[in-house]
């Protein structure tokens, strides 16, 4: 048996590497960096984070907790990592960003049967058991061998990222530390803006300059769920009030009542240094960002550690080009398998989930057996669901939500109740397919 290799050292490739070296199968990861950079890394380690710090909800009746869940029942390794380098953020599991990546490149280099291969890729073997999860911004030689393979055309998109401003730049007496409704104590700083605050924000959106599009940039598609604030504001005046400057949950204790409308600010590292803008990706230009943000009062005075920006996303056609698990459509490629944002998957524990299942399915490949997916009724089998029955298009990345799932039995009617069945049949069914389908532990050639 020969091994895996895996091309892109983030969260789906570095999963995947992990998943396959634990039951005895050798494998190469090749990561460009520092040999060749990208608009959005900043550092050289495996799996950097580069956009949020939160691997969001730990709750398994919340969509993002239930897949946490499930992974845990599959033996993730970045979850594990993850939660190693946690610092606060409610019921939510946010990590110090650069401990998690050392963490994960520490792992990866410690695993004797992985090689780590610092350069870029471009060839893509045909009698090679191959994992390309290269992310969102595949490097244009690895894209045109990409698209020569599957004869059908990427999506582009922009994706957004929100700034970071330092702890002790903020204006204090103008924001209070606490959770939405209380869960998990003080984890987030609220920013309060009274309703003549709000509409002076709003205008200061909306009439912000921005960073243009180029020519062939224009008819660019953002994701819905990350988009630039500025495009939310144009939406409608009210629109931020009910997405991410919502007050509800929030009371203020200073005065008693819920505030117009929220910034929130959630700690990027653990000594509480820095503080990421919540729901404030933007395109700004960053003179502007600095401007129109220093509206919030909390915020006047503040240090940019990170301005927001924005970057290329690619992702597959993923119903038209691959296979249910991740192949070129027919039998010319069977060991060609795509992992992470470039098939579709959005989000940090969803790509890593992307990852595992590609590790696995590799592996079984190798083996001679066929691909393995899990049940519709989990969240892992929904996505997959998704991806290869959406309309391309309409589609657009997608993250791990009930609506994936099929509807419980017994016609349960509210909404609390609903989450609970889906989640305990989700966990029962992942469990009872990962005892059946876990690929066996093999010895290393």
């Not at 240090?303 to 996303?313: D, K, P, S």
Request: proline share 6%.
């Amino acid at each position: 048996m020969t091994g895996v290799r895996v091309i892109g050292g983030g969260l789906a490739g570095c999963e995947a590497a992990l998943q396959c070296a634990r039951r005895g199968v050798p494998v190469t990861l090749n990561e460009m960096r520092p040999a060749a950079s990208t608009p959005a890394h900043r550092t050289d380690l495996l799996a950097e984070l580069v956009c949020s710090n939160s691997f969001k909800s730990t709750e398994v009746e919340n969509a993002h907790g239930l897949l946490k869940a499930e992974l845990d029942e599959l033996g993730c390794r970045l979850l594990d990592v993850a939660r190693e380098a946690r610092i606060p953020a409610g019921s939510a599991l946010g990590v110090d960003r650069e401990r998690f990546a050392r963490g994960v490149t520490a792992a990866v280099e410690a695993e004797p049967l992985i090689t780590v291969v610092r350069e870029e890729r471009e060839e893509l073997a045909r009698g090679e058991v191959t994992i390309v999860a290269t992310g969102p911004l595949t490097s244009d030689g690895l894209a045109r061998r990409i698209e020569d393979i599957l004869g059908a055309g990427n999506l582009a998109f922009y994706d957004a990222i929100s700034p970071i401003v330092a702890r002790d730049s903020l204006v204090e007496g103008t924001f209070w530390a606490a959770s939405r409704y209380g869960k998990g104590g003080d984890d987030y700083l609220n920013c309060p803006l009274d309703r003549e605050g709000y509409e002076a924000f709003v205008d200061g959106l909306l009439g912000a300059d921005l960073y243009p599009l180029k020519e062939f940039e224009r008819d660019a598609m953002f994701f819905e769920g990350c988009l630039p604030i500025e495009e939310m504001a144009r939406r409608g005046r009210e629109t931020l009030r009910f997405g991410p400057l919502k007050p509800v949950g929030l009371a203020d204790p200073r005065g008693g009542g819920e505030p117009h409308a929220v910034l929130q600010l959630r700690k990027e590292n653990a000594d509480g240094t820095m503080f990421n803008l919540v729901g404030c990706q933007t395109r700004m230009r960053y003179g502007d960002q600095k401007r129109v943000f220093g509206l919030v009062p909390a915020l006047a005075r503040a240090e940019y550690l990170r301005h927001g920006q924005v970057h290329r996303n690619t992702f597959l056609q993923h119903s038209v080009a691959l296979d249910p698990y991740g192949r070129p459509k027919g039998a010319a490629w069977p060991g060609l398998f795509f992992a992470g944002q470039l098939t579709g998957v959005e989000g940090y524990v969803e790509s890593i989930m992307s990852g595992l299942v590609a590790g696995w399915n590799a592996i079984r490949v190798l083996e001679g057996e066929e691909p393995e997916l899990p049940p519709r009724e989990t969240m892992i089998g929904g996505l997959y669901a998704y991806l290869r029955e959406a309309d391309p298009q309409r589609f657009q990345p997608m993250n791990a939500n009930f609506g994936l799932l099929p509807p419980p039995d017994g016609g349960i009617r509210g909404k609390r109740e609903r989450r609970a069945a889906q989640s305990a049949r989700a966990l029962a069914a992942i469990a009872a397919w990962a005892a059946e389908h876990e690929p066996a532990r093999t010895a290393a050639t």
